[in-house]
Structure formats: structure tokens, C-alpha cells
């Protein structure tokens, strides 16, 4: 599974480098309408999860290859579910961003301790699973008012997120230049 993840370092790039993008926007325009935002989270957990189905069809027949299936499969799934009802409360899409963030999380985790002593890297993963989930559970327990709040808590997460992927992504890739 390390080879395919070396091997496709790119993919784990380009979904960081789309988080920040995702995140700055966010930032550059914190005066946009929840519907803006609703379409930008969209459109953004549509393409990390189209991102991340294509690393688990990279990683096939690689053992626990469907964990980043699922992570896919998931995102699709909520991205799908922010454009089918645009008109959700920010508080609802507090909860659908939650949601995802633990999906995703939990499953960067578990890559993270697959990888465990295989390369230098998987650390990166790991904080990058952990980042997901402490921000849910941020977020569940501290709801902030106000559709500027959740843009600029969600705009820090998707950077730092999103910064912890390129780093990952160009670790794997440097990994993968000493065992080619």
C-alpha cells in the first residue's frame, strides 16, 4: 500500500492544494452568503471525495485499499447531500461538515497506523486525521454564531487540513524516489 500511496503522491497533493484553495477563498470573501458557502463546501467535498476514490483505485488490491474508498464514498455523499438542500441553516451544515470531518478523519487515522514505520511520512497523515476530528468535536461543542464565524473556523481548517496533505503528499513522493 506505501508503493501505490508513493506512486500516486500527486492525488494527496492536489486534495490539499484544494482545501487551501477552498480555505483562502473562505477568507478572501467572508462577506459571501451561506448559500455561497454551502456551494463551495459542495463542490469542494465532491472533488477531495472523487480524489480520494481515485487513490483507492490506484491502491487496488493493496490490503485495507476500501478505506480510502469509503473516505471517497463519503464525501461524495455529503457533497451530494449540500447541493440537494442549498437552503440548509448554517447550523445544519455545521452538523453535515461535522460529519464528514469525522469520516474523514477516522479514516485518515487508520491509513496513518497502516502506514505506521513504513515511511517517514505517515505522521502527517495521522495529524491531518486528527485535525478532522478535533475540529468536530470543536464544532459540536462550541457552535459559533453567526454565518461569518463557521466561514472563518472552516476556512482555518480547510487550510491547515489542506497544508498537512501537500506536506504528506510531497513526503510520499520523495519516499517514493529512494525505493524506485
Known amino acids: 500500500m506505501a508503493i501505490q500511496f508513493a506512486r500516486n503522491w500527486w492525488v494527496l497533493a492536489l ?3 484544494l482545501a487551501v484553495l477552498f480555505g483562502l477563498l473562505a477568507l478572501v470573501w467572508p462577506g459571501i452568503t451561506l448559500m455561497v458557502l454551502v456551494l463551495f463546501f459542495g463542490a469542494y ?3 477531495d471525495g472523487i480524489g480520494a476514490i481515485v487513490s483507492a483505485l490506484f491502491s487496488r488490491g493493496e490490503r485495507h485499499w476500501w478505506a480510502l474508498l469509503l473516505e471517497g464514498l ?3 455523499a455529503i457533497g451530494v447531500l449540500t447541493f440537494v438542500w442549498p437552503g440548509l441553516t448554517g ?3 455545521l452538523y453535515l461538515i461535522v460529519a464528514w470531518a469525522f469520516v474523514t478523519g477516522i479514516l485518515e487515522i487508520a491509513s496513518a497506523i497502516r502506514l505506521w514505520g513504513t515511511i ?3 505522521w502527517l497523515l495521522l495529524i491531518s486525521g486528527i485535525l478532522s476530528v478535533l475540529f468536530g468535536l470543536i ?3 462550541r457552535p459559533l454564531g453567526g454565518a461569518l464565524a463557521l466561514i472563518w473556523l472552516i476556512a482555518t481548517y480547510a487550510i491547515l487540513f489542506g497544508a498537512l496533505l501537500i506536506v504528506a503528499g ?3 513522493r520523495s519516499w517514493g524516489q529512494t525505493i524506485e
Open 15 to 17: 486534495r490539499g492544494a
Open 45 to 47: 467535498a465532491l472533488v
Open 91 to 93: 447550523i445544519m451544515l
Open 170 to 172: 510531497l513526503w510520499l
Open 139 to 141: 464544532a459540536v461543542f
Open 74 to 76: 463519503a464525501g461524495i
Open 120 to 122: 517517514k511520512g505517515h
